[in-house]
């Protein structure tokens, strides 16, 4: 027993309950009192076994002993008639392990969502063989500073023994970041929640007050995204800065826009808004399903109110009962109606040399139903254009406030053109209530350029 058990109760050792059901083949010593023992048979021991038992049948999905206890815990489910039949003191340890399997359409997807089965040091920018899918997107000169690898430390693993490390250099920028993440087929009738601990290990032990996005404290910034259409549509997930070194739980819940194509889910480490090497642990990143089926829309109606602009005066917008038009960190980007040959439209304007920590936002609240598929849209035009010039970055989606989740396709890139175009994204609400429907710039991401975008035309309603 342990110093401190074998003190507190001298006679445990000799208890049935203290024994190890599967002690190990040799005895071991203990050099302080004398006695000789066994402990249990080390994990790995029956991981092989596992292994080459699925090898040895044929089996070619991915089988861990952790499915042993979620097999049990279905299969006693189904034996009985009622939870009461199942209070006997092993249900006080069933619960905590498999809340999941209650409903037993909740499952987890997310292959080693621990890490525990990769092996430790530098992963390749590519899968791994175990799922995980790693991205390093920078200048040729940084490749060499952009960090993902797997650590093996049980005293920093949020649990078990492995994390992954992601690391930028001070001279990181723009859209220069680090991956990892998994692609997976999702299904039209699920909804999804993915969820992952991370870690800012340089951060100080409590977060400053008034710490946010654009106070300009020293902070690590993580993205957190799924991106339907094999990683090249839209988006669910939520940009999260911390300000300390404690372990978060970070969770999104989503729907499949494009159940016919791959979703990737993935975390990411993102330069800071003031230059700064930065280093975040990422720990437990899993990915549940549960039943959904579609719903139907109670109201067929056009849910955006004056679309057009049409009811609005021209000139600059503050707080409205439909449209409302604010700025964040900053005065420089301004938003004003605009008149023009008899029709209305709302213009954008952000001025050269923006700082990082400054956007601005034109918004209406929408309500929305739970699980119906709604087809949103607007037309923008990028007014300051220039042939050869980089397309601005649009903010363009959905966002939920009670959990901080946005939804759409976040970073537009503006087309080429100096034309009026119309841009459009599905948007399944997993919650009902309401949503922010919001176009916006923001200095980071334009690089200090002049942006001028007008909008017009919005509109979201369910699909036919």
């Not at 939870?83 to 499952?107: E, K």
């Not at 429907?437 to 334009?446: E, I, P, S, T």
Request: hydrophobic share 40%.
């Amino acid at each position: 027993m342990p110093d401190a058990l074998n003190r507190k109760y001298p006679n445990a050792a000799a208890e049935w309950r203290w024994q190890w059901v599967f002690p190990q083949e040799n005895r071991w010593k203990n050099n302080k009192t004398g006695e000789v023992g066994r402990h249990h048979v080390h994990e790995t021991i029956l991981q092989r076994a596992v292994k080459e038992a699925v090898k040895g049948v044929g089996i070619v999905k991915h089988v861990r002993c952790h499915m042993f206890w979620h097999s049990f815990a279905t299969h006693l489910l189904g034996e009985v008639t009622s939870m009461r039949q199942l209070a006997i003191p092993l249900l006080v340890l069933l619960l905590p392990f498999t809340a999941v399997v209650l409903d037993s359409d909740s499952t987890q997807l997310m292959e080693d969502p621990g890490f525990e089965e990769t092996r430790p040091g530098k992963l390749e920018t590519t899968t791994t063989g175990k799922g995980w899918e790693v991205q390093r997107i920078g200048r040729p000169e940084i490749q060499n500073k952009l960090v993902v690898e797997c650590i093996s430390d049980k005293k920093l693993a949020h649990s078990g023994n492995n994390f992954v490390k992601l690391a930028l250099p001070k001279d990181a920028v723009g859209f220069e970041f680090v991956t990892i993440g998994q692609r997976l087929k999702l299904r039209a009738d699920r909804e999804y929640e993915a969820a992952v601990w991370v870690r800012w290990p340089d951060g100080p032990e409590k977060a400053p007050a008034k710490a946010n996005a654009t106070s300009g404290h020293p902070s690590a910034v993580v993205s957190f995204w799924a991106r339907h259409k094999d990683a090249k549509g839209d988006f669910a997930g939520r940009d999260v800065w911390l300000f300390d070194r404690q372990w978060k739980k970070l969770t999104f819940r989503f729907r499949a826009t494009d159940p016919d194509q791959k979703t990737l889910v993935y975390v990411s480490l993102l330069p800071n808004q003031t230059p700064r090497e930065t280093t975040v642990f990422v720990d437990d990143f899993t990915l549940t399903e549960s039943k959904a089926p579609a719903a139907v829309a109670k109201k067929k109606d056009e849910v955006v109110v004056d679309g057009d602009f049409s009811k609005l005066k021209a000139g600059p917008l503050g707080f409205g009962p439909t449209w409302s038009f604010a700025n964040i960190g900053g005065m420089k980007i301004v938003g004003e109606v605009i008149e023009e040959q008899g029709q209305k439209f709302f213009r954008i304007a952000m001025n050269k040399n923006t700082t990082n920590y400054e956007s601005a936002q034109l918004w209406q609240i929408l309500n929305l139903e739970k699980g119906v598929r709604y087809e949103v849209s607007c037309r923008l035009r990028w007014d300051n254009y220039k042939e050869g010039a980089e397309p601005p970055i649009v903010n363009l989606g959905m966002y939920h406030e009670d959990t901080d989740t946005w939804y759409g396709p976040i970073d537009l890139k503006l087309k080429k053109s100096k034309e009026w175009e119309t841009y459009k994204f599905v948007h399944i609400p997993p919650y009902d209530g309401k949503w922010k429907l919001y176009v916006g710039l923001n200095g980071w991401g334009n690089f200090g350029n002049q942006v001028i975008v007008s909008c017009d035309d919005f509109s979201c309603k369910p699909a036919e």
